[in-house]
């Protein structure tokens, strides 16, 4: 008999010929070796791994806390029948000598009746607070939903909204009368009047304005030379900041500093001079004052005379 033909092994693991197929001469990358086929043959660009931070465990922060009063089968804990029933005084007071153990055992008793009774009573006032100011904020926030949901609409929403709610029957068939027509024309009328008036003396006072401040236009090469001379000086006689007796941060005579004049007015020296009434600011604010009466002043005549006043005028 002959011998039999030895079998092949069959493969374990099935590989992919795309994947295993070795090629030695090529210029393309790694992911460029695959099959069109493959999931990875486009190379799309991936984004790093987004991970997001554990919460921060803050030390000492409480739990939260259970309710103590539920379960009590309907009854107030906080209640002195309650607490009547569950602190219940010894019936036969035994003697006990002084500093024996069970003299100090009835103190440790009668002390956790105590705790018991003033705990339930303080924990039922707080819990009573919360509630009312969780109820208030509640009821708050429901009346401003309401008074939002019942708020009349807008105009402007009106007439963009999608759904106006007219009656196109009566809008396009109905004919208003001569009387209406003539009604509404003179409504348009007295309101075109109305706008073209605003429009009118917006563009006096713009123009009155103008005149006021054409003054100090610079309209020559000889009027912009002369300003930028007086703002930064010339190159002989440069412009300078401070002089001897106002040099707070060492400015002097020839100081480039603007500091030399001293340190800018703060918001609370602002203030002070406004609001100050007496006191030792008192004094401090008479300047402040003579400026805000004379702006006053000045508001009151150009109300007045129906015309823009300039800083000289007032």
């Not at 379960?71 to 003697?95: F, M, Y």
């Not at 027509?181 to 123009?207: C, I, Q």
Request: glycine share 8%.
């Amino acid at each position: 008999m002959p011998p039999r033909t030895p079998l092949a092994p069959a493969p374990s693991v099935w590989r992919c010929p795309q994947c295993t197929t070795h090629r030695s001469f090529t210029t393309a990358a790694p992911l460029r070796q695959v099959g069109p086929e493959h999931p990875r043959y486009i190379a799309i660009p991936e984004p790093p791994q987004q991970t997001l931070p554990d919460r921060k465990f803050i030390k000492g922060r409480l739990p939260v806390p259970r309710d103590v009063f539920a379960g009590s089968n309907g009854k107030d804990k906080a209640s002195d029948e309650w607490l009547d029933a569950h602190t219940r005084q010894p019936q036969h007071d035994v003697a006990r000598q002084p500093g024996s153990r069970e003299e100090w055992k009835c103190k440790m008793s009668e002390m956790r009746r105590r705790n018991l009774r003033e705990g339930l009573a303080s924990l039922r006032v707080r819990k009573t607070h919360v509630e009312r100011r969780l109820n208030e904020r509640a009821e708050q926030k429901q009346a401003e939903r309401a008074e939002l949901l019942n708020r009349p609409e807008r105009e402007a929403d009106r007439l963009t909204a999608p759904s106006h709610g007219l009656d196109l029957d009566t809008l396009f068939s109905h004919r208003p009368s001569p009387a209406d027509n003539a009604a509404r024309l003179r409504t348009k009328e007295d309101n075109l009047a109305v706008h073209a008036h605003a429009a009118l003396t917006a563009r006096l006072g713009s123009l009155h304005n103008l005149y006021l401040n054409a003054r100090t236009f610079i309209i020559t090469p000889a009027a912009l030379d002369a300003a930028v001379d007086d703002a930064f000086g010339s190159a002989e006689r440069p412009v300078t900041f401070g002089d001897e007796q106002d040099s707070l941060y060492g400015g002097g005579v020839n100081s480039a500093s603007v500091w030399a004049h001293g340190r800018p007015e703060r918001v609370q020296d602002m203030l002070s001079r406004a609001n100050s009434m007496g006191g030792s600011k008192a004094m401090d604010g008479v300047g402040g004052f003579s400026q805000i009466n004379r702006d006053r002043v000045g508001r009151i005549g150009e109300v007045l005379t129906g015309g823009k006043m300039d800083e000289a005028g007032r």
